[in-house]
């Protein structure tokens, strides 16, 4: 199945110049979705995950479920002040402006190997900074996952960690 097909493309959204690749249509397609999840199972077995990280918010759609196909636990990365007890929190820079992300300081086992999912990979600025943060708090990062990547904006570059992407568009 070409799963690009039940992929929508959203122009000039969240604003002019920004072409969107909105997933919310793979989403609600049965058959596509349980193929989408099924061959993200197959990439990221290999990597002998211990838990899932996903990023606030649509990759808590990829990363839950994901963790209970593999029989895994799943944290969450999230934006300030979503997550209760003490966190871990990290500042980045984006193209356009800076952003932070946290994690409860308790969701990692020193050491335990995790893969860090995401929607979708673009510059890579908010995957690294989720990167950084897991190693903070004492991950193993051993991988990172996307539904789509946009190659052609060179993110897993600044990885350094291998990805696993479903989709990728080349431009």
Excluded: C
Excluded at 1 to 13: C, E, N
Excluded at 67 to 84: C, D, E, H
Excluded at 85 to 106: A, C, F, K, W
């Amino acid at each position: 199945m070409d799963l690009k097909a039940h992929i929508r493309s959203v122009p000039d959204f969240p604003k002019p110049g920004i072409l969107f690749y909105d997933i919310s249509t793979l989403l609600r397609d049965a058959d596509a979705w349980q193929i989408a999840i099924a061959r993200m199972t197959r990439a990221l077995t290999p990597r002998r995950p211990e838990l899932l990280a996903g990023i606030e918010s649509r990759g808590f759609l990829l990363a839950a479920p994901l963790a209970s196909r593999l029989g895994l636990g799943f944290t969450m990365i999230r934006k300030p002040g979503k997550l209760p007890g003490p966190t871990v929190g990290l500042d980045y820079e984006l193209e356009y402006g800076s952003d932070r992300l946290e994690i409860q300081q308790d969701a990692v086992r020193p050491g335990q190997r995790v893969v860090v999912l995401d929607d979708l990979l673009a510059t890579g600025g908010t995957m690294a900074a989720a990167i950084s943060l897991l190693q903070q708090v004492g991950a193993e990062v051993v991988s990172a996952a996307v539904t789509i990547e946009l190659n052609f904006l060179g993110g897993r570059d600044k990885l350094g960690v291998p990805v696993d992407a479903l989709v990728s568009y080349d431009e």
